[in-house]
């Protein structure tokens, strides 16, 4: 006896018998002819109606395309083409629909060739799937916003690892400008109680005091700045500007360490878009590790260049130091990258400025030999619909 996996499913003849045409309907498609050679096109009531016409009607190729938006124009005519693509082809674009606004088609065709192989004939159907695509672009719109909530907390995470190394950096570098600050106070102390503490010796250690304090300053304001979101506040500033906040920390490290400072300005040198308190803070960096490399030079000398080279300021940093070897210069602005013995530096300082120089949409570069000294180059744009106007 047979099983009930031997006999055969018995088929539905009743399906069989359905009309292709409402196949179409049930399917919400339409079917459709254009012959290559007449350019005539032939549309089933179906496409018709989805096209916006009424289905006893008959349209042109130009009607049709005439239809097509604007952003699929190029695409459908090429779509309509028979040396373009395939035999047969597929492709979604949108149409002006007279009742429903935008909509969303999708056609399919299969090229037809005549007893001699050539193009005579498309047979297609086009079917609507606006349903369809408001879907996908809903789901699209849903990853784009998490994609940039994604961005916004990377971006809020790199500016406090930022923030994290300019704290390590920051306290390095005010280290020097405060052992001035605590000996000045010492020497007031001392100078008092020996009852020498004269008029003079008072304006002296109090404009030297002040110098100092006002360097600390522009570093804790430097600070703040980079805690706030965003990227720098830009505007047009004169070279002086920068300078005197740079002479104001470096100056007492210079001088106590015996190291002649060079600068060269010319006469007349158009204004740069930056920051200013930031724009110290990198020359402040390069100072600082130029004055590590002078340590043990003969004559040491630290030069500042500020030239126009096209449309960029041209800032030189210049020491006549030890120099780097290949090695140091390929890690030179990585971070935590450092020469130095343990406890000695942070390895942070020159990646934060080539970060603060790249969100200036500048450059920086350096430039070393062995026993030849450095030279590191910051490129900076001029500021914008400023004149060739005297910035000293």
């Known amino acids: ?41 032939i549309c089933s009531p179906e496409t018709l109606d989805l096209l916006g016409f009424p289905k006893s009607h008959q349209i042109t190729l130009d009607v049709w395309l005439n239809l097509v938006h604007s952003d699929d124009l190029q695409q459908f ?40 192989a050539k193009p005579f004939k498309f047979l297609g159907v086009v079917s609507d799937i606006t349903a369809q695509k408001e879907k996908v672009l809903k789901v699209n719109d849903s990853l784009r916003e998490e994609l940039t909530c994604a961005r916004r907390a990377i971006k809020s995470s790199n500016r406090l690892a930022t923030i994290g190394e300019a704290s390590a950096s920051l306290a390095h570098e ?3 400008p405060l052992s001035v600050l605590m000996t000045q106070l010492q020497n007031l102390n001392i100078l008092q109680q020996l009852n020498r503490l004269g008029e003079k010796e008072l304006d002296e250690h109090i404009l030297s005091m002040t110098t100092v304090t006002e360097g600390l300053l522009n570093r804790l304001r430097l600070m703040q700045e980079m805690t706030h979101a965003g990227k720098p506040g830009l505007r ?10 740079v002479k ?3 100056g007492p490290t210079l001088e106590d360490r015996g190291i002649k400072m060079m600068v060269d300005l010319p006469e007349q040198l158009p204004l ?15 100072c600082n590790n130029a004055v590590d490399a002078l340590k043990h030079a003969p004559k040491p000398c630290l030069v500042l260049n500020f030239n126009i080279e096209e449309q960029f300021a041209k800032i030189e940093v210049i020491d006549n ?18 020469t130095k013995k343990r ?27 062995l026993g030849l000294g450095t030279t590191f180059t910051i490129r900076l744009r001029l500021a914008e619909k400023i004149s060739w106007k005297v910035a000293r």
Request: a positive charge; one cysteine or more; aromatic letters at 8%.
């Open 1 to 41: 006896m047979n099983s009930k996996f031997d006999r055969p499913e018995k088929f539905d003849e009743s399906v069989s018998h359905i009309p292709i045409e409402t196949w179409f309907q049930l399917l919400q498609m339409g079917s459709w002819k254009l012959n290559l050679r007449t350019k005539k096109l």
């Open 77 to 116: 005519k090429q779509f309509m083409q028979p040396e373009e693509g395939s035999s047969r082809r597929e492709l979604d674009f949108q149409i002006y629909h007279p009742k429903k606004s935008i909509i969303w088609l999708r056609a399919v065709a299969e090229l037809s060739f005549d007893l001699e």
């Open 174 to 176: 005010l280290k020097t």
């Open 236 to 245: 047009p500033c004169g070279a002086s500007e920068v300078l005197k906040g």
């Open 248 to 250: 104001s920390l470096i």
């Open 272 to 286: 740069i878009r930056t920051n200013r308190s930031q724009l110290e803070q990198v020359l402040l960096i390069l």
């Open 321 to 338: 130091g030890h120099g780097m070897n290949e090695t140091t210069i390929s890690n030179i602005f990585s971070p935590f990258f450092t």
């Open 343 to 369: 406890g000695q530096g942070t390895g942070l300082g020159l990646s934060i400025a080539k970060k603060i120089i790249e969100e200036h949409n500048g450059q920086i570069s350096v430039k070393s030999s």
